[in-house]
């Protein structure tokens, strides 16, 4: 647990009002209590008790708390990467915590979703895992339901005890979150796997090391529902030399991104234009590899009420300091229904373009 108790009953409370009570026969929400602290421990689960015995009945809520003795060694640990002591035993322990984590969830579902105690999730976000589980066509280890840390990572529950096997073998050698890179590699998974809209935000102001500030929040969450799949396009249109394989096509479906010979003129465009009209509440693009290279330079976001893309309305701009473009209350600047959305150049660049997401969510 993290800075304070409310982030815990925050976190819970921001679960069971996101899940309506179906969803809950099929979830488990399992509390860690991986603090060495006895007494405090104590406290913490007759708060539990005392706020959410009914769904502790139910075993809906499950805590689980472990005695230090059964740690590995958490002192005198290598200093890989030359990170202070503390450091390496407040990572090092960490790994040991999601490791018995994972060794006690592995018989208890079918998935297993690893979250932090200061979270907020997106509403119906079972639903959407769901979604997004069918949409898969190839063989996974692990989706991302967030672009941070090790906040809304999926894992099939066949995996887990492997997992935690790994993490316990390598424990004191590098974060979580790199450990858990390299096992996906292991079992041949080269490519995270993010559902952007992402489902969940970190809301946390304090780290669990010594009570440090940490102010990450992420770019792609959405703090409602929506299709993880962008609505049927008529015509994909762009006036912009596709590379290879990395097609319009291919992005709007998410199967890939969409990479683009440079260089870009002023007025260049990728086009969207739907099959029928429709009520979008939320626009995501994001250009550049990383953030960093084959960016947008400079451009902005449109979109057009009118069935010939005429007329059009810009909603947001993206250039080299944020290759991207997050609107997430269209409805509230664009009442009526929309025929086209576009991107445009606004600027002549020498470098190539990436454009790694382009999501249109709808009602």
């Known amino acids: 647990m993290q800075h304070g108790w409310s982030y815990l009953i925050n976190t819970i409370h921001s679960i069971l009002k996101t899940t309506t009570k179906a969803q809950q026969e099929d979830l488990v929400i399992v509390i860690f209590l991986g603090d060495f602290d006895e007494e405090y421990k104590k406290k913490v689960i007759e708060q539990l008790v005392a706020r959410f015995s009914e769904h502790l009945a139910s075993g809906l809520l499950q805590v689980l708390t472990v005695y230090q003795r059964a740690y590995p060694p958490l002192k005198g640990l290598k200093r890989n990467f030359n990170d202070k002591p503390d450091r390496v035993e407040w990572r090092s322990k960490q790994n040991v915590d999601f490791a018995l984590m994972f060794r006690y969830a592995q018989n208890l579902s079918q998935f297993y979703m690893q979250l932090e105690d200061d979270v907020e999730c997106a509403d119906n976000f079972i639903d959407s895992i769901k979604q997004f589980i069918s949409l898969q066509k190839k063989a996974w280890v692990s989706l991302d339901f967030s672009e941070l840390g090790f906040i809304g990572k999926l894992f099939k529950n066949q995996d887990i005890g492997r997992l935690s ?183 002549s660049q020498q470098s190539w373009l990436i454009v790694s997401d382009f999501h249109i969510i709808i009602k």
């Open 165 to 347: 096997q790994y993490l316990m073998l390598f424990y004191q050698e590098q974060p979580v979150d790199w450990l858990i890179r390299f096992f996906k590699e292991s079992m041949v998974q080269f490519k995270t796997i993010m559902r952007k809209p992402t489902l969940f935000q970190h809301k946390g102001l304090y780290s669990s090391l010594h009570g440090s500030k940490n102010k990450l929040a992420d770019k792609f969450f959405l703090d409602r529902g929506g299709s993880a799949v962008n609505p049927v396009a008529k015509k994909l249109d762009t006036n912009l030399n596709v590379y290879q394989k990395y097609s319009l096509g291919r992005l709007y479906q998410g199967e890939d991104i969409g990479w683009f010979k440079g260089p870009l003129s002023n007025g260049d465009y990728i086009r969207v234009v739907f099959e029928t009209p429709q009520n979008v509440t939320a626009i995501f693009v994001t250009t550049g590899r990383d953030g960093k290279t084959d960016v947008m330079n400079l451009g902005k976001m449109q979109v057009s009420q009118h069935d010939d893309c005429s007329q059009w309305t810009d909603i947001g701009k993206v250039n080299r300091k944020t290759p991207y473009i997050k609107i997430p209350n269209l409805e509230n600047i664009i009442k009526n229904a929309i025929h086209c959305v576009q991107i445009v150049a606004l600027e």
